[in-house]
T-cell receptor, first 113, second 114 residues
Framework: GNSVTQMEGPVTLSEEAFLTINCTYT??????LFWYVQYPGEGLQLLLK?????DKGSNKGFEATYRKETTSFHLEKGSVQVSDSAVYFC????????????FGTGTLLAVQP | NAGVTQTPKFRVLKTGQSMTLLCAQD?????MYWYRQDPGMGLRLIHY???????AKGEVPDGYNVSRLKKQNFLLGLESAAPSQTSVYFC?????????????FGQGTRLTVV
């Protein structure tokens, strides 16, 4: 079946530290991959996406590269800010199945000043 | 530009009561979804719809019903609420035919069943 596995949190970092949140997936074919972010008290919003192998999605200083060989889509940011504190969700849509949007369990990031 | 609007935002129910959560989107999207969010479990799909008049079961459909009588609205019903349905409920919508399209989420409904 299709599934997403994320590293468990919470992840606590100091401001300006480097961030990595691991995400691996199981899917047939080439799924589309996403990172969504949920700020406190809000709904989810798209952070970035990638649709084929070796694609790099980027937004607001965050990046993730679609790695087919390792079935991974790790989220990275070179220098986090307090305002990046949120829950981050990795997600996928299998090829040809727009009706499906499958999420990982989410990773809470807390950035301290 | 409202996007996806959920009502109500908060609700407390007694066990056995019923209620309906309303989701409205103004983006003319075909796909709509209802998820529940529980600690440590991420988002789990309850039901979804691929167009007006259609609905389908997701991962955790038991105890819920849905209807999509109008393209812009997707209703989630609890006929007899149980404490296990205490959760935060999110509605989402998605347009286009490609699998890389963005899903837009409402702000959530926090439901407590006592």
């Amino acid at each position: 079946g299709n599934s997403v596995t994320q590293m468990e949190g919470p992840v606590t970092l100091s401001e300006e530290a480097f961030l990595t949140i691991n995400c691996t997936y199981t899917a047939t074919g080439y799924p589309s991959l996403f990172w969504y972010v949920q700020y406190p008290g809000e709904g989810l919003q798209l952070l970035l996406k990638a649709t084929k192998a070796d694609d790099k999605g980027s937004n607001k200083g965050f990046e993730a590269t679609y790695r087919k060989e390792t079935t991974s889509f790790h989220l990275e940011k070179g220098s986090v800010q307090v305002s990046d504190s949120a829950v981050y969700f990795c997600a996928l849509t299998p090829r040809g199945a727009t009706n499906k949007l499958i999420f990982g369990t989410g990773t809470l990031l807390a950035v301290q000043p | 530009n409202a996007g996806v609007t959920q009502t109500p935002k908060f609700r407390v129910l007694k066990t056995g009561q019923s209620m309906t959560l309303l989701c409205a989107q103004d983006m003319n999207h075909e796909y709509m979804y209802w998820y529940r969010q529980d600690p440590g479990m991420g988002l789990r799909l309850i039901h979804y719809s691929v167009g007006e008049g259609t609905t389908a079961k997701g991962e955790v459909p038991d105890g819920y019903n849905v209807s999509r009588l109008k393209k812009q609205n997707f209703l989630l019903g609890l006929e007899s609420a149980a404490p296990s349905q205490t959760s935060v409920y999110f509605c989402a919508s998605r347009g286009g035919t490609g699998t890389n399209t963005e899903a837009f989420f409402g702000q959530g409904t926090r439901l407590t069943v006592v």
